[in-house]
T-cell receptor, first 113, second 113 residues
Framework: KAGVTQTPRYLIKTRGQQVTLSCSPI?????VSWYQQTPGQGLQFLFE???????NKGNFPGRFSGRQFSNSRSEMNVSTLELGDSALYLC????????????FGPGTRLTVT | QQQVKQSPQSLIVQKGGISIINCAYE??????FPWYQQFPGKGPALLIA?????SEKKEGRFTISFNKSAKQFSLHIMDSQPGDSATYFC????????????FGSGTKLNVKP
């Protein structure tokens, strides 16, 4: 069974630009969560989607948004990039969105210059 | 306010020794406490988890000890091996709260051969 896949794996953007990251969950999983990982702030929850609906979100500005498609694939978008957005963005999937079942992807390393 | 505090930040252990990582939490509503292992370039992988109705859970060389009254839990790695060298994160969540994990800051474990 294939794991969670994230594309691209690495990305370099310039301040002010926007970026879209993609996540394909494990087959059959309907919940997708996104996390930001930085050396200073650690792992922080961004949001969770289930059946195309956002059910929970963390404390991030509105520049961070996401969506989920009918095939459970998810994208997250960051607009007007800031230097502080440089991070590893992790996606995790599960069947129902219950914490016990979650599997993480390898992440997308975003560098903002 | 940091919901989950983790210590130590780094740990060096000799092969065959015991590695101990500690976490403390604030929110008594948390009902699921996982530990994740992360290797460089990879996403976190669930190692072992516990719910507050038990005080200890063991899986192979990995044991979680849980103290509900003190709001603390710890990971013990017995017979530590060089292959255990990784970063370990504790986390806490409310299991019905759609994967909104609160993570500790991480412990970088180095097991010397």
């Amino acid at each position: 069974k294939a794991g969670v896949t994230q594309t691209p794996r690495y990305l370099i953007k310039t301040r002010g630009q926007q970026v879209t990251l993609s996540c394909s969950p494990i087959s059959g999983h309907r919940s997708v969560s996104w996390y930001q990982q930085t050396p200073g702030q650690g792992l922080q929850f961004l949001f969770e989607y289930f059946s195309e609906t956002q059910r929970n979100k963390g404390n991030f500005p509105g520049r961070f948004s996401g969506r989920q498609f009918s095939n459970s694939r998810s994208e997250m978008n960051v607009s007007t990039l800031e230097l502080g957005d440089s991070a590893l963005y992790l996606c995790a999937s599960s069947f129902h969105g219950r914490a016990a079942e979650e599997y993480f992807g390898p992440g997308t390393r975003l560098t903002v210059t | 306010q940091q919901q989950v505090k983790q210590s130590p930040q780094s740990l060096i252990v000799q092969k065959g020794g015991i590695s101990i990582i500690n976490c403390a939490y604030e929110n008594t509503a948390f009902d699921y406490f996982p530990w994740y292992q992360q290797f460089p370039g990879k996403g976190p992988a669930l190692l072992i988890a516990i719910r507050p109705d038990v005080s200890e859970k063991k899986e192979g060389r990995f044991t979680i000890s849980f103290n509900k009254s003190a709001k603390q839990f710890s990971l013990h790695i017995m017979d530590s091996q060089p292959g255990d060298s990784a970063t370990y994160f504790c986390a806490a969540s409310i299991e019905d709260n759609f994967n909104k994990f609160y993570f500790g800051s991480g412990t970088k474990l180095n097991v010397k051969p």
